[in-house]
T-cell receptor
Framework: AQSVSQHNHHVILSEAASLELGCNYS??????LFWYVQYPGQHLQLLLK??????LVKGIKGFEAEFIKSKFSFNLRKPSVQWSDTAEYFC??????????FGTGTRLTVIP | NAGVTQTPKFQVLKTGQSMTLQCAQDMNHEYMSWYRQDPGMGLRLIHY???????DQGEVPNGYNVSRSTTEDFPLRLLSAAPSQTSVYFCASSYATGVVREQYFGPGTRLTVT
């Protein structure tokens, strides 16, 4: 059975601080991973995705993530956060038929 | 194009009432799905469809029905609403099945069952 663990439930940072959000997955098939972001009151938007190839993937708004197969991890990073990055972040693994299995999410609050 | 649209945005139901949440997409996507979002639980898949006339259950299908008569529409029906179905519901769609594709999400429907 698949699982996605996001250990940080709520992260609070000051502007310009660096960000790393953890994501660990368990899935027996081919691993395809996503990070989605949900800004307050809005729907989910894709930040970045990993299908194959270079394990370091770059997304929108300066975010990147590294797929480490040996650690079953796909952590999200940003070198310098802004107040506008305040949002909830979801890691997800693709299961059969293109279905997404989500982690429980990490709420990020950036203090100006 | 409008992308993925959902109606209504908000809905309050009494226990036992039925209703249909509407979802439509204008991107000619084969794959469509419904998720519910609850605090501390992320998003969980309710039902999905890989094309017109084809639907299947996800992780939490109980209490919900779906049908897919056209490529564009994928309504979610609550036959007899229960307080446990209070949630935010998101519809999503993507291009071809069989190959992993990004899913596009609608704006959500916030449902309260009293």
């Amino acid at each position: 059975a698949q699982s996605v663990s996001q250990h940080n439930h709520h992260v609070i940072l000051s502007e310009a601080a660096s960000l790393e959000l953890g994501c660990n997955y368990s899935y027996g098939g081919t691993v395809n991973l996503f990070w989605y972001v949900q800004y307050p009151g809005q729907h989910l938007q894709l930040l970045l995705k990993y299908f194959s190839g270079d394990p370091l993937v770059k997304g929108i708004k300066g975010f990147e993530a590294e797929f480490i197969k040996s650690k079953f991890s796909f952590n999200l990073r940003k070198p310098s956060v802004q107040w506008s990055d305040t949002a909830e972040y979801f890691c997800a693994v693709v299961t059969g038929a293109n279905n997404l299995f989500f982690g429980t999410g990490t709420r990020l609050t950036v203090i100006p | 194009n409008a992308g993925v649209t959902q109606t209504p945005k908000f809905q309050v139901l009494k226990t036992g009432q039925s209703m249909t949440l509407q979802c439509a997409q204008d991107m000619n996507h084969e794959y469509m799905s419904w998720y519910r979002q609850d605090p501390g639980m992320g998003l969980r898949l309710i039902h999905y469809s890989v094309g017109a006339g084809i639907t299947d259950q996800g992780e939490v299908p109980n209490g919900y029905n779906v049908s897919r008569s056209t490529t564009e529409d994928f309504p979610l029906r609550l036959l007899s609403a229960a307080p446990s179905q209070t949630s935010v519901y998101f519809c999503a769609s993507s291009y071809a099945t069989g190959v992993v594709r990004e899913q596009y999400f609608g704006p959500g429907t916030r449902l309260t069952v009293t």
